[in-house]
Antibody, heavy 120, light 105 residues
Framework: QVQLQESGPGLVKPSQTLSLTCTVSGASISSVNYYWAWIRQPAGKGLEWIGRISGSGSTNYNASLESRVTISLDTSKNQFSLKLSSVTAADTAMYYC????????????WGQGTLVTVSS | ILTQSPATLSLSPGERATLSCRASQSVDRFLAWYQQKPGQAPRLLIY???NRATGVPARFSGSGSGTDFTLTISSLEPDDFAVYYC?????????FGPGTKVDIK
């Protein structure tokens, strides 16, 4: 059974870079069968898909965030990461990592989420 | 873009819930439904219109095609009161609807 766990700073200053890591257990992030995704949710609001990375390192990003987002893999640690630059208060949200079933289906397994607040 | 209706659905346990999701253009059959409870991550219920995810009770069913989709909960259990999001993976970027809250009447 795959499990995902987000980690990273809970507080980031405006204009700085938000950095989060998702540690995966129970599945290899190098697998050709899956992508690995980031999704966020501001408090009391809906879900926003940020982007995803394949086991080979191919990425897809939400165009609305693409200029500020980088998703990368660390296969040695079975982790993938999110970097979001030039953050503002509008980036304050719960950030989730998830396994994306690619052509077989949507995001099926999610981490518990980590709250990131952008504030000085 | 996905829209959901109604925004809130107030029902009693045992009642039937019917939630709608409409896409601005065809997403073929690539429509999923998630359930989210307060303080929890979303949980996949239905994928590709009508396939129940592992462990999802049979009282949850999905239907539709193209641009109009429905999630039906045949008889609401106390555990089913939550927010439900539809999700499409046919058009980039992947996206979610704004959600329907099912609350206790």
């Amino acid at each position: 059974q795959v499990q995902l766990q987000e980690s990273g700073p809970g507080l980031v200053k405006p204009s700085q870079t938000l950095s989060l890591t998702c540690t995966v257990s129970g599945a290899s992030i190098s697998s050709v069968n899956y992508y690995w995704a980031w999704i966020r949710q501001p408090a009391g609001k809906g879900l926003e898909w940020i982007g995803r990375i394949s086991g080979s390192g191919s990425t897809n990003y939400n165009a609305s965030l693409e200029s500020r987002v980088t998703i990368s893999l660390d296969t040695s640690k079975n982790q993938f990461s999110l970097k979001l630059s030039s953050v503002t208060a509008a980036d304050t949200a719960m950030y989730y990592c998830a396994r994306d079933l690619a052509s077989l289906g949507p995001e099926d397994s999610w981490g518990q989420g980590t709250l990131v607040t952008v504030s000085s | 873009i996905l829209t959901q209706s109604p925004a809130t659905l107030s029902l009693s346990p045992g009642e039937r819930a019917t939630l709608s999701c409409r896409a601005s253009q065809s997403v073929d059959r690539f429509l999923a439904w998630y359930q989210q409870k307060p303080g929890q991550a979303p949980r996949l219920l239905i994928y590709d219109t009508s396939n129940r995810a592992t462990g999802v009770p049979a009282r949850f069913s999905g239907s539709g095609s193209g641009t109009d989709f429905t999630l039906t909960i045949s008889s609401l259990e106390p555990d089913d009161f939550a927010v439900y999001y539809c999700h499409q993976r046919r058009i980039w970027p992947r996206g979610f609807g704004p959600g329907t809250k099912v609350d206790i009447k």
